[in-house]
């Protein structure tokens, strides 16, 4: 068909812009200099898939029938061959060059980087709750209060650190996927 900007594209198949960033990212879709090509196999598919226009599914198929019928007529299929094993070839390259950006460190999986930052804050509130700690035995002390009212204390402050950090775990969690987002944009991943 053509080769159409972002916003055509997704006007083509009735969704946002910004919901084709992620696809582009994942390489359900294949961009261009800034286009995507409807005759791109990767995008032909993608559009049959999201796409809700029907003359536009059938009109893709009809020509990849007719497409179908040359080839074998002609005796093209050592070029379609080839062109199925660039594509192999180029996919592979892709795989690898993540390799190596994971090996350099260059790129990080997100769960990961979750995990991290969750026992980097443990260990940070689990310090906080050993002071807070420390403060409520001398209080009590100096206040001749009991060991029942220490542990009382003890156990209300260990109670709200624990829901700070159940609270800051989901929007931390979030965050960082939306800047991994953001950076795989930035990649044109």
Do not use: C
Not at 68 to 78: K, P, Q, T, W
Not at 99 to 124: H, S, W
Not at 133 to 159: P, Q, R, V
């Amino acid at each position: 068909m053509a080769l159409l900007t972002r916003k055509e594209f997704a006007k083509l198949i009735d969704k946002d812009p910004l919901y084709l960033g992620v696809y582009i990212s994942r390489k359900k879709l294949i961009i261009e200099n800034k286009k995507l090509d409807t005759n791109n196999i990767i995008n032909k598919e993608f559009i049959n898939k999201h796409s809700s226009i029907k003359e536009f599914k059938e009109s893709e198929q009809k020509q990849e029938q007719q497409t179908a019928g040359n080839e074998v007529n002609i005796g093209n299929i050592d070029y379609v061959v080839k062109q199925h094993s660039l594509k192999l070839n180029s996919i592979k390259l892709k795989k690898e060059q993540l390799e190596i950006e994971k090996k350099q460190a260059k790129v990080m999986p997100v769960d990961f980087t979750i995990e991290i930052f969750n026992n980097y804050m443990k260990g940070n509130i689990n310090g906080l709750i050993n002071d807070g700690f420390s403060i409520i035995d001398e209080l009590i002390e100096e206040m001749n209060g009991s060991f029942e009212l220490k542990l009382k204390y003890k156990k209300a402050l260990k109670g709200k650190f624990n829901e700070t950090i159940r609270i800051n775990h989901e929007s931390i969690s979030k965050s960082i996927i939306e800047k991994a987002n953001e950076y795989a944009l930035q990649r044109n991943w």
